[in-house]
């Protein structure tokens, strides 16, 4: 007798989507033949929780277990739906229904043991199928499916039900330059349920102008599917290391830049350092601290479009002088004077 499929999975009857998909990851790690080499007892049990979130993973097949129970899914048809029992020279009930005669039923490793064929002549057997068992498993017509003129293979026990592997989300740390302007980066993964064993390396380019919070996939690369299906993505979640001196908003950089008073006063230039390498920057005469300067195109570039580039804002702070000498600082109190002098006679 096979166990149920919610024992299997260490669940309650009834159990939601997302406790299911817990469940199966959870086993499937801990039975998965990679992690288990050579152990045919992990073997089995990693068979046995696949083919139960097959079932359960899938609505209307959990509908009709929660129904039905295995009966809905084996060779002897007792869910109720009438289709009487399979054997050799006819399916059941319908065995003597003009071209399901003559059909054969084959099962391979004892009853139960998860491998039934049906075989037929005469007729069209996909299209049958899909008039007689269409709306109760596809939720509609058989048009879309593909055609098999061998027969109809799998029956309603033990059935390989394809589907795509889960997806895995991790997190990865950039640089802020590799954020800014891409490159291939080598990550570890390790695996929780074996500490301290080496973990799985892979390649990952980073995509030139990638910002935190975005996500990278790697396709195939997250959990086995069932019955021959694809296997999930692997999604990295990005998190952009800062750089001193450099704040991001999206696609602009800002920064700041120290001039000294005099140029301030007088106006002059200040060197800038930009992710592209230092240009010297003009100041005019009379700039205010907190003043900023726009450097067109000196910013992130846009991951749509690579001709496309942020700008770089920097804000104008100025050095106020220390440690003066006797003779600037006479010089200063002379300039003060001066300049409240000139706002008393204003």
Known sequence: MKRDYYEVLGLSKGAEDKEIKRAYRKLAKKYHPDTNPGDKEAEKKFKEVTEAYSVLSDPEKKKLYDQFGHAAFDQSGSAGSGYGNAGAGGFGGFGGNGGFRGGTYRSYGGPGSGYQEYHFEGGDMDDMFGDIFGNMFHGGSASGRSRRSSGFTGGFGGESFKSKGSDIKAGITVGFDEAAFGGDKVITL??????????????????????????????????????????????????VAPKPGYERKGMDVYTTVSVPYTTAVFGGEALVHTLYGDVMCKIKEGTQSGSKIRLRGKGIVSMKDSSVHGDQYVTIQIEVPRNLSPQARQKLKEFEEICQGSSRTA
């Open 190 to 239: 390790s695996n929780p349920e074996n500490p301290g064993q080496p973990g799985q390396s892979l390649k990952v380019h980073i995509p030139a102008g990638i910002d935190s919070g975005k996500s990278i996939r790697l396709r195939g690369k997250g959990m086995p599917g069932t019955g021959g299906g694809e296997a999930g993505d692997l999604l990295l979640k990005v998190t």
